[in-house]
């Protein structure tokens, strides 16, 4: 049966996404369109390009997310080259190394930009903090500019997984007309950050296009627990960045899931494990696409088109 998938946003722990997806497409469900928000806007993008929640799992163990932080060894300096490259950058690490990968991945099914897919086929969230206000890419380049249907797909979900701090900001240049005075180098640029910010579980994208004729059930993959990581040790600004950033991204799991999307997610247990706990070992990431695959399969087991229908048309329609 067809379903939309929406993808919360969860770092490292994107690999548990991975899982459901398996779960899903092994209990016959094939997935039309698909949104996501930071890691879950990977996930989102590889299944839009054709790849298999089997063959995410493969390739994020090959690569783990550790092997994205990448900088140049001017900025290892102790102390010192971090600080600096924050200041210079805007973030400790580069995301050149994630939208290089994203980009390699797609392109070995012939994907390169959002024009390569059906319309509306994957949706991705990412932040403007220039201007404040949330993106759903590709139709909302067009603010800048730029021609939705040519975007790369891997440039967005650089901008999706931008972890301010942790990575760099993605920077798109302001059109200035040439009567115009130039402003200040700095202010000529939007500043394009993660998703999560504004929003981390972005089921509302297919409520805004109901076709009432034709429902197709919306399923959220949502990543839920406490983290159990150690108390964070602030020593200076830089740890206290990254402390106040891991702690606002973890916070997402906390919420309380409305009664409206109760009905339509899959909730996965994250066995404790934080954001930006990059150095995750192969157990740990085996242990929670397993978790994934399971409350994805739990989940299905106990689901029905019919009963999905009489909740949607209760809980979201009567709503709206």
């Not at 493969?58 to 060894?73: D, G, N, V």
């Not at 290892?76 to 924050?86: D, F, M, V, Y």
């Not at 201007?131 to 890419?137: A, C, R, T, V, Y």
Request: proline residues 4%; hydrophobic residues 40%; glycine residues 8%.
């Amino acid at each position: 049966m067809k379903i939309n998938g929406v993808f919360e946003g969860g770092g490292v722990k994107g690999i548990a996404l991975a899982g459901g997806v398996s779960a899903a497409m092994k209990q016959g469900h094939v997935f039309n369109e698909v949104a996501g928000t930071s890691s879950g806007a990977i996930v989102a993008a590889l299944l839009a390009a054709g790849y298999t929640g089997e063959d995410m799992k493969e390739m994020i163990l090959r690569a783990p997310f550790r092997s994205f932080m990448q900088r140049s060894p001017i900025f290892n300096t102790k102390i010192i080259g971090p600080a600096a490259r924050l200041f210079i950058k805007k973030g400790l690490y580069s995301g050149a190394a994630l939208e290089d990968w994203v980009s390699q991945q797609l392109a070995v099914k012939g994907i390169r930009t959002f024009g390569d897919l059906r319309h509306n086929q994957l949706r991705v969230i990412a932040s403007d903090i220039t201007q404040g206000k949330l993106l759903i890419l590709p139709d909302d380049i067009a603010q800048y500019g730029i021609d939705p249907r040519k975007f790369s797909i891997a440039k967005a979900v650089r901008m999706s997984t931008s972890i301010p701090y942790f990575f760099d900001p993605v920077m798109i240049r302001r059109k200035i007309k040439s009567s115009a005075k130039a402003a200040p180098f700095a202010e000529q640029f939007y500043y394009i950050v993660d998703g999560g910010l504004l929003s981390n579980y972005p089921l509302w994208v297919f409520d805004q296009e109901t076709d009432r004729e034709d429902i197709i059930p919306v399923i959220g993959f949502q990543l839920v627990g406490k983290s159990d990581m150690p108390t964070r040790k602030i020593k200076g600004p830089i740890t206290m960045l990254e402390a106040l950033f891991g702690t606002m991204l973890s916070a997402h799991d906390e919420r309380y899931i409305e009664q409206k999307n109760r009905f339509r997610t899959v909730k996965i247990p994250t066995l404790g494990v934080g954001n930006t706990q990059f150095n995750l070992s192969k157990e740990l990431s085996m242990s929670l696409y397993e978790s994934g695959f399971k409350a994805s399969n739990d989940y299905f087991n106990n689901w029905s088109a019919e009963t999905y229908e009489q909740n949607y048309e209760k809980l979201v329609l009567r709503r709206q």
